[in-house]
């Protein structure tokens, strides 16, 4: 079969992928970015934006639904579910990032929990059903991005997830509702026209809900293209369709199946250990670093020693806030991120409360701080650094260099890690027992026969065990 389009053959490799295409190396990543989605969605649940999102949706219902994670007595629409679910994970910046620059699980997952749970493709799921349609969806986010040069480096004008996550929402979602090729293309040529949210919004609530809208319009996508709503069947060929969110967009056909090699088996993915831009990870590295020259004694020096401090950052102005007001605002701040490892020698999800990001030390050290742009540290989370100059009143200089810091594709989390970030995000909502089980449950995933088990671990503990829980 002779394939006419760039869309025909996305929508081929969405309907054509078996379990058989998954390889050891995907099926383990991918249930590290699964088991480190659902942690931090979990945390995300404590958090303004998800009550605000999570009000907003009650006033939807249906009578096919599914769970808000951690809340045990809340049931909502299925795709309403994974708009809430997919705010939770994003609400503090605190999900899986990959390159070219995207959060590729949390547009994704909501999608295939909320749908599975709704019964909607099938009474029965097995894990490996659940692998194959993330995987599918991380897939066509990754096959997107490389179509072009500008999303190699950290975007500047679209939010990526909002872009490409509603596209692999919608893919993911057409390979569990086991949708025809055709169907395929027309969900995702629905989706372009759902997707996209500009810069501006970042370091606001607003931003997890890009990520939320990209769950929740791909699932609509596919919806819709069930029911037989038509796009242009070349969408993801032209410069007016896809291309319209990026200024290089060179698109080509997808490899055909029996010899297709997936983009997770070449390009892991970062995994945080706090919640902020993943850029500021560099910058906290070097900090800590260099916070060990200005230690005696066990105790900081204290503020008024230091005369500057200088960061050698990519130009990244979204990330350039020299005096962030909010927690949204430290979490996309260089100079907070520098501040508070220095201070404080770590930096945690407390960091980004405002009582810490208001202290008088901080203020004071944020009023020294510079930033320089190297021409050869460009904005790309494959290459860049950061490098940390803190000068003293007498005159001695410190100097430190990141350039992978832990957690990074090149310097993974070690499983161990990944697991304890998991218990302490998903023990603020689950009990020991539900976390523990969910972390076996999901490192047998592609053994496990029916879905459903790890549906009923994600509702959190009813009525009558938080009563006693809290007792």
């Not at 999608?111 to 029965?124: D, G, I, R």
């Not at 939320?212 to 069930?226: D, K, T, V």
């Not at 998991?422 to 909502?429: D, T, V």
Request: neutral net charge; glycine residues 6%; proline residues 6%.
């Amino acid at each position: 079969m002779k394939l006419k389009s760039v869309t025909e053959s996305f929508a081929k490799v969405i309907q054509g992928l078996k379990v058989g295409h998954l390889t050891d190396r995907v099926i383990q990543r991918s249930k590290r970015m699964i088991l480190d989605t659902l942690g931090v969605g979990f945390l995300g649940t404590g958090t303004e934006v998800f009550h605000k999102a999570n009000e907003y949706s009650k006033i939807y219902s249906s009578n096919v639904s599914s769970t808000v994670w951690g809340q045990p007595t809340l049931r909502l629409p299925p795709t309403y579910a994974a708009f809430v679910n997919g705010v939770a994970i994003h609400s503090m910046d605190f999900d899986d990032t990959w390159h070219p620059a995207t959060h590729p699980s949390g547009a994704v997952l909501p999608v295939l929990m909320a749908l599975s749970e709704a019964q909607l493709p099938s009474p029965k799921l097995s894990g490996l059903d659940l692998l194959l349609a993330f995987n599918v969806g991380v897939e066509v986010q990754g096959r997107l991005m490389n179509f072009s040069k500008d999303a190699n480096d950290i975007p500047k004008r679209f939010h990526p997830p909002s872009v490409v996550g509603t596209l692999g929402s919608a893919a993911a979602a057409s390979k569990m509702l086991g949708l025809s090729m055709t169907n395929c293309q027309k969900a995702l040529a629905i989706a372009v026209s759902h997707a996209g949210a500009p810069m501006a919004n970042a370091a606001t609530q607003t931003k997890p809900l890009h990520m939320g809208n990209a769950a929740r319009h791909g699932m609509e996508a596919a919806f819709l293209a069930m029911l037989g709503l038509e796009g242009n069947k070349q969408v993801l060929d032209t410069q007016t369709g896809f291309g319209a969110f990026y200024t290089n967009y060179s698109p080509k056909v997808l490899p055909n199946l029996d010899s297709y090699a997936w983009l997770l088996d070449q390009q892991d993915v970062a995994f945080k250990s706090f919640p902020a831009h993943l850029a500021t990870h560099w910058v906290a590295d070097a900090a800590a670093s260099v916070r060990k020259h200005l230690v005696t004694d066990r105790a900081m020096l204290p503020p008024d020693h230091i005369e500057r401090i200088v960061l050698r950052i990519p130009d990244v102005q979204y990330v350039n806030r020299p005096f962030p007001d909010s927690e949204h605002e430290a979490r996309h701040s260089f100079q907070y991120a520098a501040c508070a490892m220095l201070l404080d020698g770590g930096i945690t999800v407390p960091s980004f409360h405002r009582d810490q990001i208001n202290r008088p030390q901080v203020r004071e050290l944020l009023g020294k701080m510079e930033l320089e742009h190297p021409q050869d540290n460009l904005p790309n989370f494959n290459t860049l650094y950061c490098e940390i100059s803190v000068t003293l009143k007498d005159g001695a200089t410190f100097t430190e260099r990141c350039d992978t810091f832990y957690g990074h594709w090149r310097k993974p989390l070690s499983q161990k890690d990944l697991e304890a970030k998991f218990r302490a995000n998903a023990s603020r909502m689950l009990s020991c027992d539900a976390v523990e089980r969910l972390i076996k449950t999901l490192d047998n995933l592609e053994g496990l026969e029916d879905c459903s088990v790890l549906t009923s671990l994600l509702k959190g503990p009813s009525p009558p065990e938080m009563i006693s829980q809290s007792i």
